[in-house]
Structures are given as C-alpha cells and as structure tokens.
C-alpha cells in the first residue's frame, strides 16, 4: 500500500482532522464543524464546512463520498458524489449533502459526514481528429448491450 504526504490545517480549534477509522479503510472520515445544527428537511441539501484545508501533492485528488451508513440508515448522501479537490486548492473542504430520506436530518458539529479518499490523476492530451477510431461497439449508448440476462430474466 502506497503512503503519501496530505497536509492539514485546521481553520478552527474545533476541527477535527480527519482520519481514518479501521486499519483497512480506504477512506479518511470527514467531520462537520458547525457552531450550531444544521436541519436539513427531505429533497433539500446543505453546505457543511469542516473547519479544514488541505495541501494534496500534485499528481492527487481529494474524491469526497458519501457515507454508506448515513445513506442506509438515514438517506443522507453526497449531492456531487464524488466531489473533487483539487491539488491546488487551498480553501476550506466542504461537503454538499443531501437529504434522501423521509424525515429532517440534524448535522451536529463533529458529526462524521462524508469521506475523503486520495486518489492518483492521470492528465489527459486532447488531440482533435476528424475521424475516431472503429470499435467493437461503435455509436452504441444506454442499453446497446441489451436489457435481458439469460436464465434471470429482465434486468
């Protein structure tokens, strides 16, 4: 397993930095820092701050998703899932989530809300053509391959 250098600053006493929860994980646990709740009513979404910034090496990007256990128990995800920080960002990590579930959801300050997972960026060389290369597949979109599996039906 690849370790690499993130640096953290704290942008209150509050804060939490975040961190990892088991010895597996592939996510960092971001928290929330709040100087009140924040209520976020069905179909609505918030902005919550977590009081931190971030310095990725360059080469790196910050992916923040959604926790499984919030969305399962409460219906509570990431809006832009995965959200991105970039490696030259330096302001403040927040974390736009949305509430799915049938009742209000109560942000409370240190509340674990999201995850950060560092990820490598591979930088992409445009090149504009007149024609694309031939597949497989070609023009094919959503559903080309077919919508039924044989022996299980409709899928």
Same mark, same amino acid.
């Given at each position: ?26 996510g ?31 080469? #790196? ?12 128990e ?28 049938e009742?209000? #959801? ?35 979109? #959503?559903?080309?391959?077919?919508v ?8």
């Amino acid at each position: 397993m690849k370790t690499i250098r993130v640096l953290v600053k704290t942008l209150s006493p509050k804060a939490k930095v975040p961190k990892y929860m088991s010895e597996g994980a592939s996510g960092l646990d971001l928290f929330a820092r709040l100087d009140e709740p924040v209520v976020i009513e069905p179909g609505k979404w918030a902005l919550i701050p977590t009081g931190i910034a971030l310095s990725l090496p360059q080469g #790196f990007e910050g992916q923040i998703r959604p926790r499984s256990g919030l969305a399962l128990e409460q219906g509570v995800t990431v809006l832009n899932s995965p959200g991105t920080i970039d490696s030259d960002y330096r302001g403040e990590v927040k974390v736009i989530l949305l509430n799915l579930g049938e009742k209000p #959801f109560c942000v409370q300050d240190g509340m674990r809300i999201a995850q950060l997972v560092i990820q490598p960026v591979t930088k992409a060389q445009v090149v504009l053509v007149q024609e694309l290369p031939p597949s497989p597949r070609g023009e094919g979109g #959503f559903g080309h391959t077919g919508v039924v599996d044989e022996g299980r039906g409709d899928l």
